[in-house]
């Protein structure tokens, strides 16, 4: 998986899964594009693995304004010459039911979560059909096909997410471009971290983030960027419209891994 000669472009690069994503195509010889609200982390990332000799430039942007959007690609494409490859994965964890948010809550969360991926991606698909096609890999979640109490515009900007990544994927094949959603479990990043922080025992979340898989451990950011390279890579070439679940196994047990263990079918000991 050489990816000498593509521009990857990341959202949300500066932490968590998208930096992870960031060092694996350095890795790989690509050019990245780091895309981040947070100016900090997103310099700091491009820095990084700059000093290990990778091609990495940071941008920052807002990615659910459409102006910032269009200036941002335009320089991408100026500093680096084209983009082939598109990883939509900027996006923020909040909490709430219809009748608890406000709309400007529900706004914040669907505008960054799926408005931000629809607007890169709308301005990406362009560069990538000049240079004869591309990937654009989305980041869903596990709650793209379910969903976790008290996070109605988290879930529902997910499950948006996977249906723009199919929408995508049929409506460029002919233009060579190939659309994926990765579906990942709970991964250990600072979004998560911060979310466990909101509870009266923060330790007692992560445990319960750990038990939620069958190998009863959370997920890594580079165990799903692994997955990202792959569906850009030349070795998925007949992979699209596709929902790939990263997620150890989380939407496997019938009832969730605490009725295995209590339920009718758990083993006595």
């Not at 499950?159 to 579906?183: E, P, T």
């Not at 038990?211 to 890579?233: D, I, N, T, W, Y």
């Not at 989380?250 to 006595?268: C, H, I, N, R, Y």
Request: net charge neutral.
């Amino acid at each position: 998986m050489d990816f000498r000669g593509k521009v990857v472009v990341v959202t949300g690069g500066g932490s968590g899964i998208g930096q992870a994503c960031c060092r694996e195509f350095v890795k790989r010889s690509a050019a990245v594009a780091v895309v981040e609200y947070d100016v900090n982390a997103g310099r700091q990332t491009a820095e990084e693995l700059r000093r290990g000799g990778g091609a990495i430039e940071f941008f920052g942007a807002d990615i659910s304004k459409e102006s910032q959007v269009k200036a941002t690609t335009s320089a991408i494409v100026a500093q680096f010459g084209g983009i082939d490859i598109l990883v939509n994965n900027g996006g923020v964890q909040r909490f709430g039911m219809v009748t608890t948010i406000s709309e400007e809550e529900w706004d914040e969360v669907l505008n960054i979560n799926l408005k931000g991926a629809f607007l890169m991606s709308k301005h990406a698909i362009p560069e990538m059909t000049k240079r004869g096609g591309g990937a654009i890999i989305m980041m869903g979640s596990v709650q793209s096909l379910s969903a976790q109490r008290n996070s109605v515009q988290y879930v529902v900007s997910k499950h948006g997410i996977l249906g723009l990544a199919r929408s995508i994927a049929l409506d460029y094949a002919k233009q060579n471009i190939l659309a994926n959603c990765v579906l990942p479990g709970a991964i250990d990043t600072p979004m998560l971290r911060w979310a466990a922080s909101l509870d009266a025992n923060p330790e007692r979340a992560i445990a319960e983030c750990h038990r939620l898989h069958m190998r009863g451990k959370m997920g890594q950011p580079e165990e799903v960027a692994h997955v990202v390279v792959f569906l850009a890579s030349d070795l998925a070439s007949f992979v699209t419209g596709s929902a790939v679940t990263v997620d150890g196994g989380f939407l496997v047990p019938a009832g969730g891994m605490a009725f295995q263990e209590s339920g009718t079918g758990a083993t006595k000991g």
